[in-house]
C-alpha cells in the first residue's frame, strides 16, 4: 500500500509542477498553481501565516481549522522533490480519502470579478465549475484530474479589492466537500 500511495503521490506531484507554475514565498503560502493555458495570473500576496491551535492567522483573514480534522504543515510547497503544496492536510482513518488545502489572498489587479476570472477558464483540461456559498462569500471553482485517483480544485471568492483563494486536492471530493466548506465558512478578515 506504502509504495502506491508513494507512487501517486510522486505522480501527482510531478503532474502539478509540470501543469502549473509555482513561486513560493519564504513567510507566505506558497502560490497557487494554475492550469498551463490559465488567463489569469493569481499570485499570492506576501504575508505572514501564523498558525495556534487550530486558529490560522494572516495579515489579510483568519479562519479556524480544527486540529481533530486538519494538520497544519507549515514546511509545505511545490519542491523539485515534489513535496505537496498544501499547508492543511486532513487527519482521516480513511485510506481511500486524502484532502490538502492551501488559502491565500490574491491582488484584483484587472479589476474581474472572481466568477469572471472562473468562467474565463477555458482549459481542456477542466472537468468541471462549480460554487460553494458560505454565509459570508460566494467561492467560484473549477476542477481538474491530476490522475484516475487524484483531484484538485481552484476555488475563488471576491474578498473588498483581493481573491480570497484557495486550492484543494482530494481523492474524493464528495467526502470531504463539508469539511471544505466548514473552513470556508469560519474565514473572516483581518
Given at each position: 500500500?506504502k509504495?502506491?500511495?508513494?507512487?501517486?503521490?510522486?505522480?501527482?506531484?510531478?503532474?502539478?509542477?509540470?501543469?502549473?507554475?509555482?513561486n513560493?514565498k519564504?513567510?507566505?503560502?506558497?502560490?497557487?498553481?494554475?492550469?498551463?493555458?490559465?488567463?489569469?495570473t493569481?499570485?499570492?500576496?506576501?504575508?505572514?501565516?501564523?498558525?495556534?491551535?487550530?486558529?490560522?492567522?494572516?495579515?489579510?483573514?483568519?479562519?479556524?481549522?480544527?486540529?481533530?480534522?486538519?494538520?497544519?504543515?507549515?514546511?509545505?510547497?511545490?519542491?523539485?522533490?515534489?513535496?505537496?503544496?498544501?499547508?492543511?492536510?486532513?487527519?482521516?482513518?480513511?485510506?481511500?480519502?486524502?484532502?490538502?488545502?492551501?488559502?491565500?489572498?490574491?491582488?484584483?489587479?484587472?479589476?474581474?470579478?472572481a466568477?469572471?476570472?472562473?468562467?474565463?477558464?477555458?482549459?481542456?483540461?477542466?472537468?468541471?465549475?462549480?460554487?460553494?456559498?458560505?454565509?459570508?462569500?460566494?467561492?467560484?471553482?473549477?476542477?481538474?484530474?491530476?490522475?484516475?485517483?487524484?483531484?484538485c480544485?481552484?476555488?475563488?471568492?471576491?474578498?473588498?479589492?483581493?481573491?480570497?483563494?484557495?486550492?484543494?486536492?482530494s481523492?474524493?471530493?464528495?467526502?470531504?466537500?463539508?469539511?471544505?466548506?466548514?473552513?470556508?465558512?469560519?474565514?473572516?478578515?483581518?
Amino acid at each position: 500500500m506504502k509504495k502506491i500511495y508513494f507512487k501517486a503521490v510522486f505522480a501527482a506531484a510531478l503532474m502539478a509542477v509540470s501543469l502549473f507554475s509555482c513561486n513560493n514565498k519564504k513567510t507566505a503560502a506558497p502560490e497557487k498553481e494554475q492550469p498551463a493555458s490559465s488567463s489569469a495570473t493569481i499570485a499570492a500576496s506576501a504575508e505572514t501565516v501564523e498558525y495556534k491551535n487550530g486558529n490560522y492567522m494572516t495579515d489579510s483573514f483568519s479562519m479556524y481549522a480544527d486540529p481533530n480534522i486538519w494538520a497544519y504543515d507549515g514546511s509545505a510547497s511545490v519542491t523539485e522533490s515534489g513535496a505537496m503544496p498544501c499547508c492543511l492536510k486532513m487527519v482521516t482513518d480513511r485510506d481511500f480519502t486524502t484532502c490538502g488545502l492551501n488559502v491565500y489572498t490574491s491582488e484584483n489587479s484587472d479589476g474581474k470579478s472572481a466568477q469572471e476570472v472562473i468562467n474565463a477558464e477555458n482549459s481542456k483540461d477542466i472537468v468541471f465549475t462549480g460554487t460553494t456559498a458560505t454565509g459570508k462569500y460566494t467561492f467560484y471553482y473549477y476542477e481538474w484530474a491530476v490522475n484516475d485517483t487524484l483531484h484538485c480544485r481552484y476555488y475563488l471568492a471576491d474578498f473588498g479589492d483581493k481573491y480570497l483563494c484557495v486550492y484543494a486536492e482530494s481523492s474524493n471530493f464528495g467526502y470531504v466537500e463539508g469539511k471544505i466548506a466548514e473552513v470556508l465558512q469560519s474565514i473572516k478578515p483581518a
